[in-house]
């Protein structure tokens, strides 16, 4: 069957221009390796994921494009979460720097891997075919399992890699066989030709098949965006990953795959029938997420534990909107995500940057290596005061609003007992946001945290525009609420 | 000799083709939460992946389609880039441990 190219225009514009510079710059950040020069590789890096930001708002309001016979769509939706995902590696990546000073020896390697996942990221937030979500999580996923065992000779680091690899793994076989018999009972791998075979089922013997296929496509993506009961590998591969590979993990990769989890259940399973299997799983992964996040953060002494765990209760908070799934790809819902993500991958960004400064000068990644960082460092402990505060969802921080537009949206879709239990839950979450605040502003320092941490200026800049932001979301978010 | 290929798969019913390909993958599912050698493991993932491949090309047979095909392609491609990851994360465990048993590997605990 061949396909027509659907208008001309397709032709006259270089396609998908963040995924084809993303893919250039990577090579490009690999020969600069060879320069033996590491001091330029971040600015570089920082220049490259710039460009790729600016670039990527040349496609805002172009419409939907189709690019490689409908493989990809590049529309609103997509460029807001490109948009998200490669923001967020551009506010992180200064923080690699003490990668930089301990004289890494295949630094550029580093660099080149963080830019190809991003390409990864990119094809799951545009797919329209399956075969393009599959590769797009595997080229992120990929690229995750070398960068979680980044220090090859620490062993947390290697059973960090192990776990992620092998979950990782074993996730994308359950996924595969969810698409095999998605397949199977559709005949088509596209998201709009598949919610045409399920709302005109042609065989009814098929239709197990059909949803047996579906939800193990729910459960496969579950795993990637740590969702419970598929979280349990979450904890120890966030402890174990160097802390700049963790802020990636959870920030872009769980983006990424709410992106892409939100296209698949609005763009293939809108069917009232599908639904009326999705949405009690979904909400039955969603409660369960959120008691296991917010109680196992409670339980926990180390604070990038804790942070892993309150990842998870993220995912939980992130499944909200997408019970609150209302028929339209850019609807409600699609916009609570969408702020949702930004304010939490921000707030999440500065959480990591500071706890990772602490961990490398410090030694320690508990709540006592933060004792008395409001002397030693006082803008770092402004920065990590707003993430939490942000994190725990306190009025006047973007978190504040990332809740509340899902919360709504939700209320208006009448899952009012859901959003009373999110609320209880986010209660919960206040207890453990506090600590390291109660740490750095009540406790001395001791004999370990008497030193102030080294900031280069790169990260202070980083840290600045991350407060700053958190703050514009929590007080002014209509700039960006509702622009899907 | 005179039969193509998709004839020649749809010589055995569709039926048989699910049923073997989900008995490989629940041998695998299996495999990866029973057995404790990482490369073991790693192996009966390799077991699920081609089970899905099995599928997909005993489906796109039936249909007369070659996107199910084209994708096994993309499966095999992406599940050897696995593969050289995977054993390289697994070799870089053996040299600090000696060992590729998943229990030794208890240092994060719940």
Redo the contacts between chains.
């Keep these: 069957m061949i396909r027509e190219v659907k208008t001309s225009r397709y032709i006259q514009r270089p396609p998908m221009f963040a995924i084809v510079l993303l893919s250039v710059f990577g090579l490009g950040n690999l020969f600069l390796g060879f320069l033996r020069s590491n001091r330029i590789l971040l600015p570089a890096a920082m220049l490259m994921l710039g460009t790729v930001l600016t670039v990527n708002f040349l496609d805002w309001n172009a419409g939907p494009q189709s690019f490689f016979n409908g493989m990809l769509i590049v529309d609103n939706f997509s460029v807001v979460f490109t948009g998200i995902v490669v923001l967020t590696a551009l506010l992180l990546i200064p923080f690699s720097e003490q990668y930089v000073l301990d004289g890494q020896p295949n630094l550029a390697e580093y660099y080149s891997l963080l830019l190809f996942s991003l390409v990864g990221a990119i094809m799951m937030v545009a797919y329209n075919h399956l075969l393009m979500l599959f590769l797009g999580i595997e080229i992120l996923s990929v690229a995750m399992y070398v960068l979680a065992g980044a220090q090859k000779t620490n062993l947390r680091s290697n059973e960090a890699a192990l776990k992620y690899f092998l979950m990782g793994a074993f996730a994308t076989g359950i996924l595969l066989f969810g698409v095999a018999l998605v397949y199977g009972a559709t005949g088509t791998f596209e998201l709009a030709n598949i919610r045409f075979a399920v709302q005109n089922p042609t065989n009814a013997s098929l239709t197990p098949m059909l949803y047996i296929g579906m939800l193990m496509m729910l459960i496969g993506i579950g795993f990637k965006v740590s969702a419970a009961p598929f979280h349990f590998w979450t904890p120890d591969v966030y402890e174990g990953t160097p802390t700049f590979f963790t802020a990636f993990m959870s920030t872009v990769v769980k983006t990424a795959g709410f992106a892409a989890f939100l296209k698949l259940l609005v763009q293939a399973f809108p069917a009232a029938s599908a639904q009326g299997l999705w949405l009690p799983t979904l909400t039955a992964m969603c409660v369960l997420t959120l008691a296991i996040g917010n109680v196992g953060a409670v339980a926990q002494n180390s604070a990038k534990r804790m942070l892993a765990y309150s990842s998870v209760s993220h995912a939980g908070y992130l499944l909200i909107g997408l019970v609150a799934f209302n028929g339209e790809l850019e609807g409600a819902s699609a916009n609570s995500i969408f702020f949702y993500s930004l304010a939490y991958s921000v707030a999440t960004v500065a959480a990591f940057g500071v706890l990772k400064l602490v961990s490398e000068q410090r030694m320690r990644e508990d709540y006592d290596g933060l004792n008395g960082l409001a002397k030693t460092n006082p803008l770092l402990a402004f920065v990590l005061t707003v993430a939490m505060l942000s994190l725990a969802g306190i009025p006047l921080t973007g978190g504040f609003f990332g809740k509340f537009f899902v919360f709504s949206a939700a209320v208006e879709n009448g899952h009012i007992g859901l959003v009373v239990f999110a609320v209880v839950m986010s209660m919960v979450s206040i207890y453990y946001y506090l600590r390291p605040i109660i740490a750095m502003y009540m406790r001395d320092t001791d004999a370990d945290t008497a030193e102030p941490l080294q900031v280069s200026g790169f990260q202070s800049a980083a840290f600045l525009l991350l407060a700053l932001l958190t703050v514009v979301l929590g007080v002014l978010p209509g700039i960006i609420a509702g622009i899907l | 000799m005179d039969q193509n290929i998709p004839q020649v798969i749809q010589t055995v019913p569709l039926q048989y083709y699910?049923f073997f390909?989900t008995a490989l993958?629940a041998i695998?599912?299996i495999g990866?939460l029973t057995r404790r050698n990482?490369i073991i493991?790693?192996m009966c993932?390799e077991l699920?992946?081609n089970?899905?491949n099995v599928?997909?090309t005993a489906?796109a047979a039936y249909?007369s389609?070659a996107?199910?095909q084209?994708?096994v392609f993309?499966?095999m491609a992406?599940a050897a880039?696995?593969v050289a990851?995977?054993l390289?994360?697994?070799v870089?465990?053996y040299r600090?441990?000696q060992n590729t048993d998943?229990n030794l590997?208890n240092?994060?605990?719940?």
């Design positions: 699910v390909a993958f695998g599912v990866v990482a493991i790693f993932i699920m992946l089970a899905v599928l997909l489906f249909r389609d996107n199910g084209v994708f993309f499966i992406v880039a696995e990851v995977g390289a994360i697994i870089m465990i600090n441990l998943v590997l240092r994060l605990k719940f």
